[in-house]
């Protein structure tokens, strides 16, 4: 029968106050609440929740601990599949994916997973975190290019097979897209990132920042002359794609990477730094990604007037639910079924308006999503002195072209099979430079499943 017990709602901060501070905007469960959401779980016998999380983690068994009161053993279950579940219990998409197949939300609302997860991350930050099982040095050594979500995870399993794990970051701050693409007020970083990144360094993981793997050192470099018997990147794809329209080279025309990493790898939304940051009175985000949602949000938050175009409908959104409904919440217009055909200079060659074209959707394209069409004559302009351009990224060509042996397809990612192995024997892959942007529990998944492939290779040397 199913449970008659409705959600238990989580608590946030007030959006007129949030909208001008990059605190968290969602305060989690305490203890109470997230016992009430976990007596919510059914503890079925085939788990469907398990079976579409990426890393498999075993959920049900965790919620009961949850119910049970016994925080210490829901985080070690939590640890057996996942380094950082107070960063997934934030910013990982369930509702597509445990939540999504939660048997609940047939007929309701699903227990939400994710808060219960990012409950018990947070309450082992806080209480010192868990003991963790390492296997005995096996004498190999294996290189991570990069510290965003595929590189920690790999880490972190390989750290517990008994490999020597060193982790070279190109920028000085670890976390990847952690750190430099998700605002604080998703994703606070020192009190959640650097904790969990710490959790991984506990584990034995050496990490060297402000090492460029191509320019500062080669993967022939790490393995011919440092002697590491394997390689994983995980350098995610931090290359920003523009539309190739008039006037994309104006002042005042960023890309959504620059913008998000100015503010929070350089916190340029803090008073205390000197980062500059060109935000203007009137911002056009372009793009319906989590990323726009990211950029549009802060420029918000930056006191500009922001908007979103977007040039499908709102149902084909590809941002989560959660941040859309914060976005609008925070009072932030949305221009659907927009479409970008030029940005218009003033006579100082700064922007002064983008220049659109009214959409109308005709049949499903590839991916399954109608295809956008232009409506004749429904051309307008929005006045705005700043144009971030939130399209997707691409990988950073740099270490392919630097690797003899690493192919890559058409447009950057590194050729790899569902293991993460590679066309350049001892050199694996996963995560974003692989798939282009995607989320940070699917990073992960493939930098776990890296892990095993490259014990695999290195039992066999």
């Known amino acids: 029968m199913a449970n008659k017990i409705p959600r238990v709602p989580v608590r946030e901060q007030d959006p007129v106050v949030r909208a001008s501070n990059f605190q968290e905007v969602c305060y ?51 640890s057996m599949d996942s380094s950082l579940p107070s960063v997934c219990g934030r910013v990982c998409p369930q509702e597509i994916q445990c939540e999504g197949a939660c048997i609940l939300g047939i007929k309701g609302e699903p227990v939400a997973i994710g808060k219960l997860e990012r409950f018990v991350g947070d309450w082992s930050l806080e209480n010192g975190g868990i ?35 060193k982790i070279f970051e190109a920028l000085h701050r670890v976390g990847g897209v952690l750190e430099y693409g998700i605002p604080e007020f998703r994703l606070p970083k020192d009190a959640v990132v650097a904790r969990e ?36 990147i995980g350098s995610g794809a931090g290359l920003p794609r523009f539309m190739g329209i008039p006037g ?18 350089m916190k340029a939304y803090d008073e205390e730094y000197d980062t500059p940051i060109y935000v203007g009175s009137r911002v056009v985000v372009v793009g319906g990604g989590n990323v726009a949602m990211d950029a549009v949000r ?31 919440e925070e009072r932030i217009d949305f221009h659907m079924l927009t479409n970008p055909t030029e940005i218009v200079p003033n006579e100082k060659g700064w922007v002064h308006a983008i220049r659109c074209i009214r959409m109308e959707l005709g049949e499903p394209d590839e991916s399954g999503r109608r295809s956008p069409r232009p409506v004749e004559g429904s051309e307008f302009e ?13 990988p950073n060509p740099l270490i392919a072209a630097t690797t003899p042996g690493l192919e890559t397809t058409r447009w950057g990612g590194v050729i790899a099979d569902e293991m993460g192995t590679t066309t350049r024997p001892g050199v694996f892959a996963g995560g974003d430079v692989v798939t282009g942007a995607a989320t940070v529990i699917l ?19």
């Open 28 to 78: 989690g469960y305490d203890v109470r609440e997230a016992q009430l959401e976990a007596s919510r779980c059914l503890n079925c016998k085939k788990p469907r929740c398990v079976e579409n999380c990426p890393v498999s983690i075993k959920i049900p068994d965790f919620v009961m601990q949850v119910l049970a009161g016994d925080f210490r053993k829901a985080a070690e279950i939590i």
């Open 131 to 165: 003991e963790t099982v390492i296997a005995p040095p096996n004498g190999r050594k294996v290189a991570i290019v990069g510290s965003g979500p595929a590189g920690l995870a790999c880490a972190t399993d390989l750290a517990k097979m008994g490999y020597t794990v």
């Open 382 to 394: 929005i006045e705005c002195d700043v144009v971030i351009m939130a399209l997707g990224t691409s």
């Open 443 to 461: 990073a992960m998944g493939a930098g776990r499943k890296a892990a095993r492939a490259i014990d695999e290779y290195c039992s066999k040397l």
């Open 197 to 232: 990144v710490d959790n991984v360094r506990k584990l034995g993981v050496e990490i060297e920042t402000d090492i460029i793997v191509g320019r500062t050192v080669t993967i022939d470099y790490l393995m011919d002359e440092e002697g590491y018997d394997a390689v994983f």
């Open 298 to 328: 802060t420029a918000k938050r930056l006191g500009a007037d922001a908007k979103i175009v977007y040039r499908r409908s709102e149902k084909e959104l590809p941002a989560r639910t959660e941040e859309v409904h914060h976005a609008k």
């Open 248 to 265: 994309e080279n104006l002042n005042g025309v960023v890309s959504a990477n620059e913008f998000l990493t100015r503010s929070n790898l």
